[in-house]
Every structure is written in C-alpha cells, then in structure tokens.
C-alpha cells in the first residue's frame, strides 16, 4: 500500500483565507534530553490550513465536526484534475465517474460555482475536497457552502493536489474531534493499492 499525504502543513506561513486568524507556534520551553521538555502553543482558527468544514459552518443547530461520521470522512474517493482558470462548473464535473461519493477537485484554487455544487448534490456527492481556502467564490462565499452543507455533503478545503495523479484511491481525512466545532484543521492522506 502506498499513502500520498495530502495535508498542507501547519506554521507561520500557512495561508489563511482573508480576515481568518494566522497559524502561530509560540515555543514556551526547550528539550535539554535531560529533565526539561519542549513545548510548544499552537494557535489557529478553527479553518486553517487543510480543514474540514462541518454543517455547523453555516447553518445554526446543524451538525458539528465532532458528530460527523467516519463512513463519510474514509473510503472510496476519486480525485478529478480541473486546472481551468475560472470556477468549476456543473459541465466540468462530467467525467467524474457516476457513483462518487467522495470527490477531491485539483483546480488550481478555482471555486465551485452554484450549478457546480447543486450538480454535486444532485450525483449523491457526501465529501466534496477542493485544493483552495474556500470551495466557494470569495466575493458571494455562502450560497455554495449552503447548497452543499444543508444537503449534508462534508466540505474539505485547503487540499495539497498538485503532485497527486487523478483517478481513484481510499481517502482518510480525520478532522480534530473539535466538540462543538464548525470545522477542524484535519490530516488527510490518499491510499492507493
């Protein structure tokens, strides 16, 4: 078995999406490999680097990270490459094979448009992953993730996809069991036989 780690990784230069908080690791003491551990604070916003978004994201009283189920974060998953330059549309997702209850978008940041996602929605999509800070355009962020969320599909963002060949694979993406928690920053690696 082969695991492709798809995980961006979490420090001071982690991009954020604009007005979130920025990753900071604030060392407060040092290992001397005699009687003193290292130890470390990490403070991030609960969106940072590859996260999980959960219902809760957007829709009061809805599912939070915490009570989202494992058969939607771990299996089957196909990884589809839309490098286009503009957001993604419903027509774009036409070679994704029918069946794909986990999709991973390598769009080179590019958004989901509306029709894309209902498309999503409509295919029986449960886990939709984008390589961007936000599956949605920044300029109108909520229509997207509402479309998505109300219709209980689990948003992952902030994938590391560039290196990753499209086509099928296992997915284990585990957020931070965050109780309570609109998203989690999460670990997420691919499997391939």
Not at 17 to 41: C, H, I, K, M, Q
Not at 157 to 172: F, H, I, Q, R, S
Request: net charge negative; glycine share 12%; proline share 11%.
């Amino acid at each position: 078995m082969y695991m492709i780690d798809i995980t961006t990784p979490l420090g001071p230069d982690t991009p954020v999406y604009p007005g979130d908080p920025p990753v900071e690791l604030t060392p407060l003491s040092d290992a001397n490999g005699v009687d003193r551990f290292a130890l470390g604070r990490l403070t991030l916003g609960t969106h940072a680097g590859t996260h999980v978004d959960a219902p809760a994201h957007l829709l009061p009283g809805a599912a939070t990270v915490d009570q989202l189920s494992l058969d939607t974060l771990i299996g089957p998953a196909w990884v589809a490459r839309l490098p286009l330059g503009r957001p993604v549309t419903a027509a774009d997702l036409g070679a994704v094979p029918s069946g794909t209850e986990r999709l991973l978008l390598h769009t080179g940041g590019a958004p989901l448009t509306e029709e894309a996602a209902r498309g999503l929605v409509a295919r029986g999509v449960r886990l939709a992953g984008i390589d961007g800070l936000s599956i949605a355009p920044r300029d109108n962020p909520a229509p997207v993730h509402r479309i998505l969320l109300e219709a209980g599909v689990v948003i992952v963002e902030g994938l590391a996809l560039t290196d990753v060949p499209p086509g099928g694979y296992t997915l284990v993406c585990l957020p931070l069991r965050v109780t309570a928690g609109d998203g989690a920053p999460a670990r997420v690696v691919l499997l391939t036989p």
